[in-house]
């Protein structure tokens, strides 16, 4: 009668620890690949994604735009985090299917840097030469479009809606 309890109680507890062994167990974590912090494709613009990416810089160009972005770190930052609320705002009205709600609050997280973001890009632009200038003038504009049509994260380009939950 011992034994069998002693063999009862060891199973139980190789069983809990089993369990638990299973539950504690985390997904292998992705190697950073820094694809995300590098601007994505090998854009020449750092957090720019594709933006830029065909413009043919010259090394000099490059070192002059790293200084302009350089310049204007804190003051990016620091519009981020001003805008942050009203992104928080946008995701939860989006969430809770207020269109109105969510467009009124990324139209003021935009607005939050403007200012800021417009003399960057005057400065970078510059920099370039004609040639880049048009290219330049041409990927801003198809970057506002494809943001005016929802084009961002996910969303369907041409509906400016949001993706269906799963």
Same mark, same amino acid.
Not at 104 to 121: C, D, H, I, P
């Given at each position: ?7 009862l ?18 997904a ?9 912090r590098?601007g ?15 413009l ?5 160009q ?8 350089? !310049?204007?770190?804190?003051?990016n &930052? @620091?519009? +981020? *985090? %001003?805008?942050?609320?009203? $992104?928080? #705002? ?7 299917g207020?269109?109105?709600a969510?467009r009124?609050?990324?139209? !003021?997280?935009?607005?939050?840097? &403007? @200012?800021? +973001? *417009? %003399?960057?890009?005057?400065? $970078?632009? #510059? ?12 990927q ?27």
């Amino acid at each position: 009668m011992l034994a069998r309890s002693l063999a009862l109680g060891a199973m139980m507890l190789v069983g809990v620890a089993g369990v638990s062994a299973a539950q504690s167990q985390t997904a292998p974590a992705k190697p950073d690949s820094g694809h995300y912090r590098r601007g994505g494709h090998g854009g020449e613009f750092r957090g720019r994604g594709e933006f830029g990416r065909d413009l043919n810089l010259t090394e000099a160009q490059k070192t002059q735009i790293k200084a302009i972005r350089q !310049k204007y770190q804190a003051q990016n &930052q @620091a519009a +981020r *985090t %001003q805008a942050k609320p009203f $992104i928080d #705002a946008a995701r939860a009205a989006r969430q809770k299917g207020d269109t109105a709600a969510f467009r009124s609050n990324m139209e !003021k997280a935009r607005q939050v840097g &403007q @200012a800021t +973001r *417009t %003399q960057e890009m005057a400065e $970078i632009r #510059a920099v370039l030469t004609p040639e880049q200038q048009a290219k330049f003038d041409a990927q801003k504009k198809a970057m506002e479009e494809r943001g005016r049509k929802g084009g961002h994260k996910g969303w369907k380009k041409d509906a400016g809606t949001p993706p269906a939950k799963q």
